[in-house]
RNA sequence: GGGCGCGUAGCUCAGCGGUAGAGCACUUCCUUGACAUGGAAGGGGUCACAGGUUCGAUCCCUGUCGCGCCCACCA
């Protein structure tokens, strides 16, 4: 039975992937050649996991693909290798999205209490928690799902208390109150990193605070009048000369019944505004410092909604901060309080999240005391036991890292990590692995109840423990043993603060060392348009539709459904309908992955192009349909023992496929995906179908070739097929599977999988080999130009003889003629005896040897004519130009002396061809007089 | 205000101190027994701009212009 005659990725694809995964091949125990003994080296990638509830967008999908094709590559090259895989329970955006549902329903967390809220956030985990799985599973992704693991599974959990608790005892963590980002409408504090802030426009009030003496006022600049009602001092800058003789004394509060202070303080730029600051300490983070330094009390006017609280006048009491604003900008007005309003653009903070604004708010939090973590984690890069890739990344971890802040870890919600610790009736805190434990670290008598703290840990605090937590730390486990620290983190930029950070500052405290070896970071994948995909945008790529294709009115009805704002629907269809007007045809698993791999570049943006997997999937066609002529000459036939003489073609294509898989190797090594694919497309396509295949015919499909020579030539079709087969499978996985179960096999390839195959390593460069192939396709080239640009009939054979053939070319014209006949479609080809007169010909040089194609019946002289005017011009540039260049006497005493030599063979050749094409044009020309 | 990056063929992108490359698109010819998801032959680029270093710059340096991202407490 041979293979189909298409390539069908959708029937290969759903097979192999159970197959594998039923045979453990995914496991590194279960990798371990018996035969082998040696101690393999320890090859770990940790899956950054992706939010249980969510869904593989084509940054998963990308990056995944990276993180396969290395374990793959590693795994056969015989590396114990392991790819941990697990989800995150990603705290906020998960909670969000039930509360959403149980608001459809119209209700609220708060009706269902915290416990059968949290019941109905791990139904929902379980509902939907397969389906990364399963999106994972398509794309190949060769982790060990035996040791999946979950963020809120038992084991983590108690990595995650297991940390807290040491790092309290340690006084790394701590409770404080003190300013957080307080999100008003998800009513938690963030950390710094979870709060956005865009340029957005607002307004400039200039505002006139009465001098508490009555001889005049002071104006002050803010675009937040609202928090007047908070401030306890206006601030001044010590040198302004305007303001000197007023420090100390005292400014009336509009719309209160306070007196506050004018303070002088450096803090304060002379130049913005009035170079008068009202100063809020409760709400305004540069306020509460300053506030500190001049022992200024807190006012705390707001609510957790935001709203004014009772430290305010009645009248303002309840009201929303944005109402607030409103209704004291009235009263200033109508009190003639405002000296102008000017526009004015200013940096609002977000919740990343909720995109409410966020506000500064006085709370209790727990916090990490994150400079004792940060220094180890700054030298551990500098040192190079961590190795970013691109390198130019170590700036923007150094940069944030060397300004860090503490890490507020607590959030007010229900879903995640409870914070392990409980409170005495008079407040104390009692820090333990469980109650129990705290009872006894800290002696609590029995009588005494505790309660437990109602927050839970910020999810990037379990994410940051995720390279030993899943392995079973804090026990001392096989599996950390052997494989931490791990390999290489592969990662988008836009987590090195929230996660790559946290990992090595946690790593290096817990486990003494690094988390991994080195970080690759890749780019965002973006739209054709460098647009970031979003579902608002309506340019969202479903990797799964580009691997099964989807119709256009299934796209279009994905695309504008669930959106948040729906007016933006029609754009949305609009633009899809002209993008993709035949909807997305089902390109299959493997073009998508190379074509991942082909824009891996080490840049920031990739801009996914569906034009590119068009044409990988064209090299799956080509793949296959290789194998099929390959099988289909090979089946049935003796291949040899390997002792029979190769051709010229079959030692140049080997010593081709040798160079090439050096050059994958050294690819896949420095993390150029976008190479190794390179390297493999152009050796598959151009030099093993395009010429070793068809030169192979040559032999195979000749009555005079001996059987010794196509025993030859099977051996060596089988050989590189199934070498390209091994050297593409990290990035191919299932077409190569396919492909190769089938070859294998007939080359003799012992195994039950391409998986576990070694990696091909060969040696076999072969220079004559490759110098007399470049002569052979010289002389086809010639020959096909002439045929091409004279638009003579492929069919049409003719006979072709050479002039001033050499020793040299006399050989190697006896040795590769059947392939120059075969290739060139020649009725044959012959030197010119000796004394002979050419015929009128069109004329092809290859060095020295010139190539007569008789024009008789053939070629029109005009059009012979314009081909060697075109020729001679170009030839006539690239001579000036070499020329001029040695006739720069600096040239010649400066410039390597091989450099020199090699422009000066370029002058013999340029030369001897335009001497050769003249002459022909000459006569030529005579000829149609 | 700091930091990072980008500007090469119509489009998406490699490359690199010494004759400008690929895919897609385009032109002409071809259904030859692996493949029309194909084959053969072509056209197309003052490598953003201006200086500098060098025998030689698309590549290194400086500046300009354009574009993008990240960080940051001018109210």
């Known amino acids: 039975m041979s293979l189909d005659k298409s390539y069908d990725p959708r029937s290969i694809e759903q097979h192999w992937y159970p197959e594998w995964e039923r045979r453990g091949y995914f496991n590194p125990a279960a990798q371990a050649p018996a035969e082998s003994n040696r101690k393999r080296d320890a090859y770990c990638i940790q899956l950054p996991p992706p939010n249980v509830t969510g869904t593989l967008h084509m940054g998963h999908a990308f990056q995944q693909t990276l993180m396969d094709t290395l374990i793959r590559y590693h795994r056969m090259r015989g590396d114990d290798t392991l790819w941990q895989p697990g989800t995150d329970h990603a705290g906020i955006a998960t909670q969000m999205v039930v509360e959403r549902q149980l608001n459809a329903a119209g209700k609220t967390r708060h009706d269902l209490g915290r416990d059968a809220f949290v019941s109905r956030v791990w139904q929902w985990k379980e509902e939907s928690g397969g389906t990364i799985a399963r999106q994972m599973r398509r794309l190949g992704a060769s982790v060990d799902w035996s040791r999946d693991r979950f963020t809120m599974d038992e084991g983590l959990s108690r990595a995650v208390t297991e940390t807290f608790v040491r790092l309290y005892d340690e006084g790394l963590i701590y409770r404080g109150k003190r300013l957080v980002n307080w999100d008003p409408v998800l009513h938690t504090a963030l950390s710094d990193l979870e709060v956005l802030s865009t340029e957005e426009q607002g307004s400039l009030w200039h505002l006139r605070y009465p001098l508490a003496d009555g001889s005049g006022h002071l104006v002050v600049a803010t675009t937040r009048p609202e928090t007047l009602l908070g401030d306890t001092a206006v601030a001044v800058h010590p040198e302004d000369e305007r303001y000197a003789h007023l420090v100390g004394s005292s400014i009336r509060l509009p719309l209160t019944d306070r007196e506050v202070p004018i303070v002088a303080d450096t803090y304060v730029e002379r130049e913005f505004g009035s170079g008068c600051v009202k100063i809020t300490p409760a709400h305004d983070f540069n306020d509460y410092e300053l506030g500190q330094r001049h022992n200024l009390p807190l006012i705390n006017i707001f609510d957790r909604n935001a709203a004014l609280n009772d430290e305010v006048p009645e009248r303002f009491r309840g009201l929303d901060r944005f109402d607030a604003r409103a209704k004291i900008i009235a009263e200033l007005a109508s009190l003639d309080l405002i000296e102008k309003i000017d526009a004015h653009t200013l940096m609002t903070p977000r919740g990343d999240r909720s995109n409410a604004v966020i506000e500064p708010w006085l709370t209790d939090q727990w916090y990490v005391r994150i400079a004792p973590l940060a220094k180890p984690a700054i030298e551990a890069v500098e040192s190079g036991k961590i190795r970013f890739v691109p390198e130019n990344w170590d700036r923007t ?533």
Not at 620 to 626: G, M, S, V
Not at 661 to 689: M, P
Not at 918 to 928: D, F, H, T
């Open 397 to 929: 971890y150094y940069e944030w890292m060397r300004n860090i802040k503490d890490w507020c870890i607590s959030r007010q919600l229900w879903w995640g990590h409870r914070v392990p610790a409980w409170y005495g009736p008079d407040g104390s805190i009692y820090v333990g692995r469980d109650e129990t434990d705290a009872r006894e670290r800290h002696q609590v008598p029995a009588g005494t109840i505790l309660v437990r703290d109602e927050d839970v840990l910020d999810t990037w605090y379990s994410s940051a423990l995720w390279p030993f937590s899943t392995m079973g730390w804090p026990d001392n486990t096989a599996e950390v043993r052997k494989f931490y620290p791990t390999s290489v983190l592969v990662t988008g930029f836009d987590i090195i603060f929230f996660w790559v950070a946290r990992m090595i500052m946690f790593g290096l405290k817990f486990m003494d060392d690094v988390p991994f070896r080195e970080v690759y970071v890749h780019g965002l994948i973006r739209d054709n348009e460098g647009q970031k995909m979003s579902k608002s945008k309506g340019n969202v790529l479903d990797p799964i539709d580009l691997i099964d294709g989807i119709d256009l009115e299934a796209l279009v009805t994905k695309r504008i459904t669930g959106l948040m704002q729906p007016h933006l629907a029609a754009g949305i269809e609009k633009s899809t309908r002209k993008q993709f007007p035949e909807g997305i045809s089902a390109y299959g698993t493997d073009a998508l992955r190379f074509t991942f791999a082909s824009l891996a570049t080490l840049s920031r943006d990739i801009r996914f192009d569906v034009g590119r997997i068009e044409g990988y999937r064209n090299f799956c066609n080509k793949l296959w349909n290789a194998a099929r002529y390959v099988t289909l000459s090979v089946e049935g036939h003796s291949l040899g023992d390997g002792s029979d003489d190769l051709s010229l073609a079959d030692r140049w294509i080997r010593s081709r496929l040798a160079a090439m898989v050096s050059a994958v190797d050294k690819a896949f090594s420095s993390y150029r995906f976008d190479l190794a694919s390179q390297a493999l497309y152009e050796f598959t396509w151009y030099e093993f179908c395009d010429w070793y295949l068809e030169l192979s015919k040559a032999v195979l499909q000749s009555d005079s070739a001996t059987e010794s020579q196509k025993r030859a030539a099977r051996h060596t079709l089988i050989h590189t097929l199934e070498t390209i087969l091994r050297a593409l499978h990290p990035l191919m996985p299932f077409i190569t599977e396919e492909i190769w179960q089938r070859v294998g096999p007939i080359a003799g390839c012992a195994g039950e999988t391409i998986m576990t195959q070694p990696w091909p390593m060969m040696a076999g460069m072969d220079a004559d080999a490759e110098a007399q192939m470049t002569w052979t396709q010289g002389v086809i080239l010639g020959v096909r130009q002439i045929r091409g640009e004279m638009d003579i009939a492929p069919s049409r054979r003719f006979e072709v003889l050479l002039e001033g053939a050499e020793t040299a070319d006399l050989a190697r014209l006896a040795t590769n003629r059947h392939f120059i006949e075969r290739l060139a479609n020649l009725s044959g080809i012959r030197p010119l005896a000796a004394g002979e007169i050419p015929p009128e010909s069109a004329i092809a040089l290859q060095g020295h040897l010139r190539i007569l194609v008789p024009m008789a019946g053939l070629i029109d002289v005009a059009a012979e004519v314009a081909r060697l005017e075109k020729r001679i011009a170009k030839i006539r540039q690239d001579l000036g130009k070499t020329e001029a260049k040695l006739s720069n006497a600096n040239f010649v005493a400066n410039a390597p002396a091989s450099v020199v030599e090699q422009e000066r063979g370029r002058i013999n050749d340029f030369t001897r061809e335009l001497t050769g094409l003249e002459a022909q044009l000459n006569k030529v020309k005579a000829l149609g007089g």
